[in-house]
């Protein structure tokens, strides 16, 4: 078991034949992910990392039974790129693109309530399952094989809490970068449930940053509905009110979305809250071994 | 990206929403003669001068004055223009102001009462949809208008695959009290708001006040616009807009070389790969007795170029104490970036603070074997927790 993606899924990348397209697809292949394919409207027909390329998305879910796909085309054109996939029927749709216009979002994530589909981001490191499948841009290493979940707003902090938790003796199910953006696919408590239903995982990591509420919504839901123990980080204490920090999503607006406010309703909410990043493998193991 | 109140007036008015009219001057003899002007395109026998900066609460600050000759738009334009501006928003010191708008005056009397609004439209993160938000009580603080009186905050959820339907903009008008002309002025205004959003990308509008005029026109008397940056590859057209006299200029200066920069006051520089690592490499520094002075996201290569540039930047602070390097190594080696590191640090020249590296992630010993033996002054760790204990026994 295991949650969104595993050793059977067939994954095609849209944006197949562009430099990220290509690079990461080929670091999917060396991890073991089964990439049957590709989409880049107009290369349909060729053949690139020794598999079909496909104009339409529909096309290659036809030709090669694709159930996820992972999106690496550039901005203007990705929330198009994501409906097309939701559209053919893939199930889970990885979209790694930073930078789509809000506009474009907020078109994508409603088509997708009338579809049977899973968005993971956009502006997101992607997911991995811990040596079955790699549907992402991060480096496959760093997850070995283990008991404990992470779901993660962010890229470089997913490695470093990853990289925690192997090294405190625990390992990883599958950790899902649910993205930055101010309007991602799904959000920290949906992608929270997955890892509270996956038997395999015993423990979860929950890595949020300032602005939004989806940290508070994923806290309530957890006290009332949570089976397993959650460690909690959340960037952003020292980032000034009203600015950008980096992702578009993490500004703070108000009083409820600051790094203190999130941090404080978690700890109501049951969850174990570390003040700092260098601490959350050393909590989970604390935890995981008291239980 | 943040407009002015002139930029943003100006371009809802091309999407016909209702503005109180107005010229921007840059000089106290440029707003004289854009009163005379305003004179007579409008009729306006007295005018409001406006100092533009990018904050709101400007008329506290005493930045928002009537005049009602030219010789008053002159004294006050010359009081205005070159002052520090401090407001609620700004910073501390202010916001020096280099221009003002010459505007009409919109609250003449009439046959009516005049009334004023507040409405903004902005997107709903929860739910995922734009909605405008709006209230009776305009023309003051509408944080305090939602904690004394929260009933009259009113909101409005858009339908992104219908837009704002008629009976919104109608159930808006009759919340505001609107009737009559007003009321048919009213859901115009709303409309013509709303289609301006959507069509230039904006991330929020903010126009406090709406006003009912005395003859019943609606018109914005103010108007905060800011546009989405992600939706800018459709406009290249409002890059212009941006005024950097508004930004610090260590801020425009890595945004032109491409690194994710945000100035902040602390002792400790901080040079990191990934968003939110850095925004937890700068907590770590606080939890660790020191005060973080940047947000600094050197991106996913961190190669040799981006290094120096930032060292450079970070640098230009002189309140920096030391640097903290913090790059998690994944698909980029850190060997690599560790010879990056050594390269860089020798084209800045001698570093007078001293700094921490931290690389953790493929070939980590090899990049602390090359940092070491670099013979700089670089304190190499692997753990985060070294490098936040190092911090402490430098600044803490």
Known sequence: MSVLVNKHSRVIVQGFTGKEGTFHASQMIEYGTQVVGGVTPGKGGTKHLDRPVFNTVEQAVKETGADVSIIFVPPAFAADSIMEAAEAGIQVIVAITEGIPVRDMVVAKNYLKTKETVLIGPNCPGVITAEEAKVGIMPGFVFKKGSIGIVSKSGTLTYEAADQIVKAGLGITTAIGIGGDPIIGTPTREAIKMLMDDPETQGIVMIGEIGGNYEALAAEWIQENGTKPVVGFIAGETAPKGRTMGHAGAIVGGKDDTAQAKKAIMRQCGIHVVDSPAEIGKKMAEVISGL | ?396
């Open chain 2, 1 to 396: 990206m943040n407009l002015h109140e002139y930029q943003g007036k100006e371009i809802l008015s091309t999407f016909g929403v209702g503005i109180q009219r107005g010229i921007v001057a840059s000089t106290p003899e440029e707003a004289v003669e854009a009163a005379r002007k305003l004179h007579e395109q409008t009729g306006t026998n007295w005018w409001v001068v406006k100092a533009q900066i990018h904050a709101g609460g400007r008329g506290k600050g005493g930045g928002v004055k009537l005049a009602k000759s030219l010789e008053e738009v002159k004294e006050k334009a010359s009081q205005i223009i070159g002052m520090n501006l401090v407001t609620p928003q700004t910073p501390r010191e202010g916001k020096k102001v280099h221009q003002v708008l010459i505007a009409e005056d919109v609250y003449y009397p009439g046959p009516g009462p005049t009334k004023e609004i507040y409405m903004s439209v902005l997107l709903n993160r929860q739910i995922g949809k734009f909605m405008m938000m709006y209230s009776p009580q305009g023309g003051m603080d509408i944080e305090e208008v939602a904690e004394s009186h929260p009933d009259q905050i009113f909101t409005e959820i858009v339908e992104p695959s219908t837009g704002l339907l008629d009976f919104q903009a109608r159930r808006i008008a009759f919340n505001l009290g609107m009737q009559g002309q007003a009321f048919k002025e009213m859901v115009r205004f709303v409309h013509a708001l709303y289609k301006a959003f959507v069509s230039i990308d904006a991330s929020l509008f903010e126009i406090n006040p709406v006003l009912k005029t005395s003859d019943d026109r609606i018109i914005a008397v103010d108007a905060k616009v800011v546009l989405d940056d992600n939706g800018l590859i459709r406009h290249p057209e409002y890059t212009a807009l941006r005024d950097i006299r508004e930004e610090d200029p260590t801020e425009v200066e890595a945004r032109e070389a491409g690194l994710n920069f945000v100035k902040l006051d602390g002792n400790v520089g901080c040079m990191v790969n990934g968003a939110g690592l850095a925004m937890a490499t700068m907590d770590i520094i606080k939890l660790y007795g020191g005060n973080p002075a940047n947000f600094l996201d050197v991106g996913g290569t961190a190669d040799a170029a981006r290094v120096e540039k930032a060292f450079r930047i970070i640098l230009k602070d002189p309140n920096v104490k030391a640097i903290l390097i913090n790059i998690f190594g994944g698909i980029v080696r850190c060997d690599r970036v560790a010879q990056g590191i050594v390269d860089a640090y020798k084209n800045v020249g001698d570093i007078p603070v001293p700094i921490i590296v931290r690389l953790q992630g493929t070939n980590a010993e090899e990049a602390k074997k090359i940092l070491d033996e670099s013979g700089l002054k670089v304190h190499s760790v692997i753990a985060l927790q070294e490098a936040a204990e190092k911090v402490r026994e430098l600044v803490g």
